[in-house]
């Protein structure tokens, strides 16, 4: 469950991000934040893995107050949230293969459980047979189903997705949006930053909207809305 409690987010220069937010989602649900371009939604997401801290205010994640968490125990959240970014950033010298087992090896898991792991994870995103090429052998689809297994290896309980098909043409982001909707199938909780209207309006998950700092619209089944980008 993720909680934020009167959480506002003020940077160094002064502009102040998120405004007084509180928010509940539930485990399990997935949940796309909205809104126009510099509304506060990636600071909103990076709160929630601790990327940025909230300047006041409560954030609880699965039990965790991330407001006073040690810094030597981020490691420990990240491992139970997954991220997915817009430009994927994966590690260009290492393999799909490697590239998933890497957040295995870094928790100190054994050989044996990291193929068996990476295999099943690569299968269920579908590029087993890619296991030994490098990012750069790999479309832009193919590198964002990388990163979403290697989001999901660890088998966290919440992925965070900012902007997930911002670099994806339609139809490969659709297939991306059904391989997260799998996901939050089995369980996971979803909360996807994104400008894609057409997705957005289609699925009919809960819509939460930002403007300036703040909630403006959180709706079951909720739609985009109308908002300009470039
Ligand atoms: N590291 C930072 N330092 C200072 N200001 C920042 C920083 N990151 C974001 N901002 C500012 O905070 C506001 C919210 O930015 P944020 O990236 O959260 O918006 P967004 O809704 O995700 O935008 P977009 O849809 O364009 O990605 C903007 O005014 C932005 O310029």
């Known amino acids: 469950m993720i909680e934020m409690t009167n959480v506002s987010k003020t940077y160094p220069n002064g502009v ?4 007084n937010i509180n928010v509940k989602i539930n485990k399990g649900e997935f949940v796309y934040v909205v809104g126009p371009s510099g509304a506060g939604k990636s600071t909103f997401t990076k709160m929630m893995y601790r990327e940025e801290r909230p300047t ?3 954030i609880i994640i699965n039990g965790t107050d991330l407001s006073t968490l040690k810094e030597s125990k981020v490691p420990l959240l990240r491992r139970n949230i997954g991220v997915v970014f817009q430009d994927f950033r994966l ?3 290492l393999t799909v293969f490697e590239n998933v ?5 870094v928790i100190g898991e054994n050989p044996r459980e990291i193929k068996r792991k990476v295999l099943d994870i690569l299968d269920l995103v579908q590029l087993k047979h890619k296991a030994r090429f490098f990012p750069d052998e790999l479309s832009g689809g193919e590198q964002q189903r990388v990163s979403i297994a290697r989001s999901i290896v660890n088998n966290p309980g919440v992925v ?3 902007e997930p ?3 994806l043409d339609p139809d490969t982001s659709w ?7 799998e996901i939050n199938n089995r369980g996971t909780t979803i909360v996807m930053a994104t400008h894609n209207k057409e997705i957005v309006n289609t699925m009919k998950k809960r819509v939460i909207a930002i403007e300036a700092g703040k909630i403006v619209r959180d709706e079951a089944r909720g739609e985009y809305g109308f908002y ?3």
């Open 16 to 19: 102040l991000a998120v405004n």
């Open 56 to 58: 006041s205010g409560k």
């Open 91 to 93: 590690l260009p010298k």
């Open 101 to 105: 087992a890497f957040a295995l090896e």
């Open 160 to 162: 965070i997705a900012d």
């Open 165 to 167: 098909t911002g670099n």
């Open 175 to 181: 297939e991306i949006m059904y391989l997260f909707e």
């Open 228 to 230: 300009e980008y470039d």
